[in-house]
């Protein structure tokens, strides 16, 4: 037990965190902006710890399993912890593009920066890559389908008609997911999966051999992790908005910001993942967790405006509209050959780049 404790020591430090950010609110808030500004980047840092500790059990669960259930657990706990922190937000100080603009960030980091990234250091380090290519072209059109259904039809809804078709959404997004789960974990199970040559590995001593995973502390520890996020964003979200005011920062900074926490940990797992020649592995990090982020936090924020009669700004920006598109067409031509390369990466990569720019500039 001590030694548990021992591994889970940034868990605790961002407990005594949020243990103590209470108390210290008002303080923090009445102290002038600088202040609430370093107070809410300190958060922010004590969150992605947690959030890291929390992709970590994600990813024991993940090997127990094996894929795709592994990848599944370790991108629905990413989403997770993003509608935890948005839903907190939106709670705080009501933004009616918040949500709008975090799935957005959200889908250029994990395909364009993500996928982008991990293919270009795992094409440099192996050349090509290969992958099931079943499983990228699932990945894709379900995309397409979900960011077409819930944030680009709604530009053409009538503002009268905003709650029917807010219903009708939901409706659409659990549908989509239940079949696509169905699918993933069912018959088609293959397309998410790869097998990969076996390696020759050289046998490490008993003492050197990785301890069995307790799957009730990772499931617990896992939990516990969300909760003490969800108290940390609960201040932050405050500190953020008070720092922020009045210092010009485009309006979708915040949403990078929520977007980037969440997706902190798939970052190192998939670039781990590159380096280790299982492009297969990106490819269901990359895809799967925009795939969930949009087909699970569409339904569940939609009924968060449904219960408070406060819509959100769901249609994108015609530059956001351009973006999506733009990376879902280089990303269907990139995969759809079984294998990625550094090339490939870089394309990725340089939207990703242009994605940082045009919000730079507010676009």
Request: hydrophobic letters at 55%; charged letters at 10%.
């Given at each position: 037990?001590?030694?548990?404790?021992?591994?889970?020591?940034?868990?605790?430090?961002?407990?005594?965190?949020?243990?103590?950010?209470?108390?210290?609110?008002?303080?923090?808030?009445?102290?002038?902006?600088?202040?609430?500004?370093?107070?809410?980047?300190?958060?922010?840092?004590?969150?992605?710890v947690?959030?890291?500790?929390?992709?970590?059990?994600?990813?024991q669960?993940?090997?127990?399993?094996?894929?795709?259930?592994?990848?599944?657990?370790?991108?629905?706990?990413?989403?997770?912890?993003?509608?935890?922190?948005?839903?907190i937000?939106?709670?705080?100080?009501?933004?009616?593009?918040?949500v709008?603009?975090?799935?957005?960030?959200?889908?250029?980091?994990?395909?364009?920066?993500?996928?982008?990234?991990?293919?270009?250091?795992?094409?440099?380090k192996?050349g090509?890559?290969?992958?099931?290519?079943?499983?990228?072209?699932?990945?894709?059109?379900?995309?397409?389908?979900?960011?077409?259904?819930?944030?680009v039809?709604?530009?053409?809804?009538?503002?009268?008609?905003?709650?029917?078709?807010?219903?009708?959404?939901?409706?659409?997004?659990?549908?989509?997911?239940?079949?696509?789960?169905?699918?993933?974990?069912?018959?088609h199970?293959?397309?998410?999966?790869?097998?990969?040559?076996?390696?020759?590995?050289?046998?490490?001593?008993?003492?050197?051999?990785?301890?069995?995973?307790?799957?009730?502390?990772?499931?617990?520890?896992?939990?516990?992790?969300?909760?003490?996020?969800?108290?940390l964003?609960?201040?932050?979200?405050?500190?953020?908005?008070?720092?922020?005011?009045?210092?010009?920062?485009?309006?979708?900074?915040?949403a990078?910001?929520?977007?980037?926490?969440?997706?902190?940990?798939?970052i190192?797992?998939?670039?781990?993942?590159?380096?280790?020649?299982?492009?297969?592995?990106?490819v269901?990090?990359?895809?799967?967790?925009?795939?969930?982020?949009?087909?699970?936090?569409?339904?569940?924020?939609?009924?968060?405006?449904?219960?408070?009669?406060?819509?959100?700004?769901?249609?994108?920006?015609?530059?956001?509209?351009?973006?999506?598109?733009?990376?879902?067409?280089?990303?269907?031509?990139?995969?759809?050959?079984?294998?990625?390369?550094?090339?490939?990466?870089?394309t990725?990569?340089?939207?990703?780049?242009?994605?940082?720019?045009?919000?730079?500039?507010?676009?």
């Amino acid at each position: 037990m001590l030694t548990s404790l021992k591994q889970e020591k940034f868990m605790l430090l961002a407990l005594i965190a949020a243990i103590a950010a209470y108390p210290l609110e008002h303080w923090m808030l009445h102290s002038g902006q600088m202040v609430a500004l370093l107070a809410g980047v300190v958060l922010i840092a004590f969150i992605v710890v947690a959030s890291m500790r929390v992709a970590h059990h994600a990813e024991q669960l993940a090997e127990k399993v094996g894929d795709p259930y592994g990848t599944m657990i370790l991108t629905l706990a990413a989403v997770l912890v993003e509608v935890v922190i948005l839903a907190i937000m939106m709670s705080n100080e009501p933004s009616p593009t918040l949500v709008r603009d975090t799935i957005y960030s959200a889908v250029m980091l994990d395909i364009n920066g993500i996928l982008g990234l991990a293919a270009l250091m795992g094409g440099i380090k192996h050349g090509e890559q290969s992958y099931n290519d079943d499983s990228a072209r699932t990945y894709s059109v379900m995309i397409l389908t979900a960011m077409g259904v819930s944030m680009v039809v709604p530009e053409f809804i009538p503002e009268a008609d905003w709650k029917i078709y807010s219903a009708f959404t939901i409706g659409a997004m659990v549908v989509l997911y239940t079949l696509f789960l169905r699918m993933q974990v069912g018959p088609h199970s293959y397309f998410f999966s790869y097998s990969y040559p076996e390696k020759r590995r050289k046998k490490l001593p008993e003492e050197e051999q990785a301890p069995p995973v307790n799957l009730a502390f990772s499931i617990g520890t896992l939990v516990f992790g969300v909760i003490v996020i969800g108290a940390l964003a609960e201040v932050m979200s405050k500190t953020l908005d008070l720092g922020l005011e009045g210092t010009g920062a485009p309006p979708v900074i915040t949403a990078i910001v929520v977007a980037a926490i969440s997706a902190a940990p798939e970052i190192l797992t998939a670039l781990r993942a590159a380096l280790a020649n299982r492009m297969q592995s990106v490819v269901n990090i990359a895809l799967g967790a925009s795939l969930s982020t949009v087909i699970l936090t569409v339904p569940v924020m939609e009924a968060m405006a449904l219960y408070t009669g406060q819509p959100f700004q769901m249609a994108m920006t015609p530059v956001q509209t351009v973006m999506v598109f733009i990376t879902l067409i280089v990303s269907a031509i990139n995969l759809n050959d079984g294998e990625t390369n550094a090339i490939e990466g870089m394309t990725h990569f340089v939207l990703f780049a242009t994605f940082i720019m045009l919000s730079l500039l507010g676009l």
